[in-house]
């Protein structure tokens, strides 16, 4: 093992004081101590197999915690369970003890594990192969598996290690290869199930009801293990991801090493450093620039550091930024830090891996690629840029250090409405239970397709429509209408001969290649809801420090083609977005202010990009681009205002444009303190007289087909949602908006018009009718936390007439083009 550290090692303490000596003024805002903790063990099992006890024991484990044994008796024992504890908690092997112990005490026996990524499941092949257990086999079984080697894998493997997507493309689809398999599966193993949120979460859900058809079809009913994050209420969940009762394990008996976690804002720019804005407007350091620097500091302190940051691009950004400035203050220093990220090919991500835990590497900058289970041991510290969208995401990825002691965790704010709320209000961090996991199974635009694949597997049956839940007969009936499945006294077939395409993540489409245009050399891809903003011709991508541009964008190929290059600009898409209202499904009445739920038309184009300097951020030019537009159909939460209230509030006619467009751009950034998304889940659109309401108008909506559960929450929590929303403009010390309140990073209209003061205007008028009239779903003391959605209008006066700050939309297809905050980008 390399680990040759440039300096020598330091406590958090001593290296949290050190990062902070770089500025004039401290950028620290809070600093929280999280204790450490003595574990708790149990004696093995008893039905455990001495040979599985000794391979734990060469691996270092005399004796499993408390909740390991305890969930491991349940799972041994037939039950269906999740083990919801910490990071480095050893969820592992809590499932690997009952298992395993099948797979040596039954020669028959198989076990399924389903990994949210590719690297978690080649980490838990490493794991369980590192235990050399005769006679267990285990293989994983993706994307990247050699075409020879998949059919060994069906007929020996006995523990196949894969993913939702494969199992929905490959093992599902090919379940007459699989039955083997299928018919001996004793457990399904779900790890990191907390990140089955959403519409990818509802089509999983799907997944898994699908998978339990075909093994009762051979008989067989396995036993489902799931391990997950802590979450609110994870046995509802987890009942609610697999269709069955799950009893779940909280409480943590896992030793903890202590962790000092940071709240860290990046210092205002000189006037005149930043934009050619920045006379009138107060801007932030970048959370990129400020990341990439305390990477930098870290690695020259020796210590072992993984950055967390939100996007591709970012994580490239940060990466090569720091390797410019180590090389400067050690040559050769550079080599010693790399990105990592989705999009790369598998033997980048492989070598990437390995040199982090060989300790070759000494500083990664990584997506949430490496957020979930795989095994860092060895980590010293944790640079989050940026808040990750949950408080289990943050604490997944604080997680990530420490795991050989004490730890630090530092909060990196982007100049961004909720992250600068997060680091002014830490009670909104600390001491909170984390979110509850929010999925919707019977979402008719998920369950539709998925009945559409279980009918293409085998015919459905009415016992199947039982299995599927809620609003399966209605979706079989609308498939048969539209003709996907034909009617006949045994049940319902698939009439076609190709079999369903369903997107399990929403990602809009199959992958697209970027190819080298000289060599023709494939550097990696990017999912195809994505490519629109990142391979529009004229882009600049990045890969692992080196710049491309884009020369062409072949949609239907699903290929880009570019060229190195090293341009001193950098490239921002502009979407336009329009939106109709389809219908309302509640509707709260509160005098002026009316509060709505309902489903919405969303039709979205990115129409141009900005060229703009790195250095400065100054706008060198907007380019026109023509690509398609795209059209979602999806469930938003609006609300609307009467003129006459607004214009008693003191908003002049001439500034109700502005104010909308700030009060939305805000409520889009505070909206993940409520629900269960990040800002790239969800969308919006303001306008001054929309035509469906016939009112001022913003709106907030789900960029996921059918809804994703964050606009039910959104409406339940209204109160919470806006208040929190008012406060962190009102707090903000700007004087006509920035980033950090009100301005956009998504924005299709360039932040423009905004009206700071007349936003907070607008939420008052709102705050001040919704008071007695809408559900509040915060608690006490803080701005709410995440959660399954309460009842749309619970206790808010739901009405099914018309309102008096507008009437209820009429169904027609006239649409507002106006600001936008722009939709998620996949």
């Known amino acids: 093992m390399t680990d040759d550290r440039p300096g020598p090692r330091r406590t958090p ?91 040596l005490t039954d020669p028959r026996a198989t076990v399924l594990y389903l ?57 599902l689809p090919g379940h007459a290869h699989w039955s083997g398999f299928l018919r001996r599966l004793a457990y399904v193993v779900v790890d990191e199930c907390h990140t089955y949120r959403g519409v990818f979460g509802s089509h999983v859900a799907h997944v898994l009801r699908r998978l339990r058809r075909q093994c009762a079809r051979f008989g067989r009913t396995p036993v489902f293990l799931l391990a997950s994050a802590t979450s609110g209420d994870p046995a509802t969940a987890a009942g609610r991801l697999t269709g069955l009762p799950v009893t779940a394990v909280t409480e943590d008996t896992s030793p903890r090493g202590g962790v000092t976690f940071a709240l860290w804002e990046p210092p205002l720019l000189p006037v005149g450093d930043a934009t050619p804005e920045a006379d009138l407007v107060s801007v932030r350091r970048s959370a990129l620039r400020e990341t990439a620097d305390l990477l930098t500091d870290s690695v020259v302190e020796g210590v072992r550091t993984l950055a967390f940051v939100r996007s591709r691009r970012g994580a490239e950004v940060v990466a090569a930024n720091a390797r410019r400035a180590l090389d400067e203050a050690v040559p050769g220093l550079g080599g010693r830090v790399a990105a990592y990220r989705a999009g790369y090919l598998r033997e980048e991500r492989r070598e990437l891996e390995r040199a982090l835990l060989r300790g070759d590497l000494l500083g990664l900058a990584s997506t949430n690629a490496l957020e979930l289970g795989v095994d860092l041991v060895g980590l010293d510290a944790v640079l989050i840029c940026g808040w990750p969208g949950t408080r289990a995401s943050l604490w997944q990825q604080a997680g990530r250090a420490g795991r050989g002691g004490e730890a630090l965790a530092v909060l990196v ?20 239970p984390v979110e509850a996991t929010v999925l919707d199974p019977a979402n008719p635009y998920v369950l539709a397709p998925q009945l559409a694949c279980a009918a293409h597997e085998a015919p459905l049956t009415p016992a199947d429509l039982d299995l599927f839940g809620e609003g399966a007969k209605e ?117 002026p202010v009316g509060l709505f739920l309902g489903e919405v038309d969303v039709t979205s184009q990115v129409v141009s990009y900005q060229r703009r300097r790195i250095a400065t951020g100054e706008v060198i030019d907007t380019r026109p681009l023509d690509l398609p537009a795209r059209e979602l159909r999806t469930v938003a939460v609006w609300f609307t205002l009467s003129p006459e209230s607004l214009a008693r509030a003191g908003v002049d006619a001439a500034d109700v444009p502005g104010a909308l467009h700030a009060a939305e751009h805000a409520a889009i950034g505070l909206l993940p303190l409520i629900a269960t998304c990040d800002r790239w889940d969800i969308g919006g659109l303001s306008t001054a ?23 039910e929450r959104a409406y339940g929590t209204a109160a919470a949602w806006l208040r929190a929303t008012r406060d962190a403009i009102v707090e903000c010390g700007c004087e006509t908006g920035c980033p950090s309140c009100v301005q956009s990073p998504k924005c299709g209209n360039g932040n423009n ?68 905050a722009g939709g998620p980008t996949g």
């Open 13 to 103: 303490a001593e290296l949290l004081r050190r990062l902070r000596l770089r500025h004039a003024t401290d950028p620290v805002t809070h600093v929280e101590r999280v204790p450490a903790r003595a574990g708790e063990s149990a004696p093995w099992p008893g039905w455990a197999p001495e040979d599985l006890r000794a391979a734990f024991a060469r691996r270092g484990v005399v004796a499993p915690w408390r909740h390991q044994t305890e969930a491991a008796e349940l799972a041994y024992a037939g039950q269906h369970v999740v083990v919801a504890t910490g990071t480095a908690s050893g969820k592992s092997l809590a499932y690997q003890l009952p298992a395993l112990s099948t797979l």
């Open 115 to 171: 990994a949210p990524t590719k690297a978690l499941a080649a980490d838990q092949l490493r794991a369980v192969a590192g235990l050399e257990l005769d006679g267990v086999r285990p293989a994983t079984y993706d994307g990247d598996t050699p075409r020879a080697e998949r059919e060994w894998i069906r007929r020996h493997a006995r523990f196949v290690l894969t993913n939702p997507d494969m199992l929905h493309h490959g093992i």
């Open 413 to 432: 704010a982007r100049d961004d409405p909720l992250d600068t709320y997060l680091v002014h209000h830490p009670e909104a961090l600390f001491g909170r």
């Open 475 to 591: 979706a079989v009936d609308s498939l048969v209408e539209a003709g996907a499945l034909r009617q006949r006294p045994t049940g319902w077939y698939w009439r076609h001969r190709e079999r369903p395409e369903v997107d399990l993540r929403g990602e809009g489409g199959a992958p697209v290649c970027v190819v080298e245009e000289s060599t023709g050399r494939l550097l990696g891809t990017v999912d195809g809801g994505s490519a629109h903003f990142l391979l529009h011709t004229g882009a600049v991508y990045l890969h692992q420090g080196v710049s491309y541009l884009v020369d062409a964008l072949d949609l239907a190929d699903g290929c880009a083609l570019v060229h190195a290059e090293e341009p001193d600009w950098s490239t921002h898409a502009r979407d336009v977005t329009s939106l109709s209202v389809v219908s309302v499904r509640s509707y709260t009445d509160a005098g």
């Open 689 to 711: 007289l929309h035509p469906d309401t016939e009112a001022p108008t913003v709106f907030v909506y789900d960029g996921h087909p059918g809804g994703a559960g964050f606009a």
């Open 753 to 820: 018009p905004l009206a700071k003061p007349e936003a907070v205007q607008v939420l008052d008028v709102v705050l001040a009718n919704l008071a007695d009239g809408s559900s509040d779903g915060g608690v006490a003391g803080g701005p709410g936390v995440g959660g399954a959605a309460d009842g749309p209008g619970a206790g808010g006066g739901v009405t099914s007439g018309a309102g008096r700050g507008g009437v209820l939309p009429r169904q027609d297809d006239r649409t507002a083009r106006r600001s936008t």
